[in-house]
């Protein structure tokens, strides 16, 4: 039978926890891009009732500024990711 000792059992358990930050890390990304996106449309929709009587002109409107702020925000994480991946 083979005994585990307390340095492999807290090496597991201290990259199981690196892991959890990680997995942590990037849900919370992925939640601030939604909630980013989702807050452009709604704030240019909302906006733009006072330049377009239309409700088509309005959701064009807000469709094109969230995918704007969806591509920057893409590309910001993406200069991130490849600045932290220069450091490995």
Do not use: H, P, W
Request: hydrophobic share 50%; aromatic share 10%.
């Amino acid at each position: 039978m083979q005994e585990t000792t307390y340095a492999e059992t807290n090496g597991t358990l201290a990259e199981f926890g690196r892991q959890v930050r990680s997995v942590k890390a990037i849900v919370i990304t992925i939640f601030n891009f939604i909630v980013t996106v989702v807050a452009a449309f709604a704030c240019t929709y909302l906006g733009s009732q006072y330049v377009f009587a239309e409700t088509a002109a309005r959701v064009l409107s807000a469709v094109i500024v969230a995918s704007v702020v969806g591509l920057a925000e893409l590309y910001v994480m993406v200069r991130t990711l490849e600045g932290d991946l220069g450091k490995l």
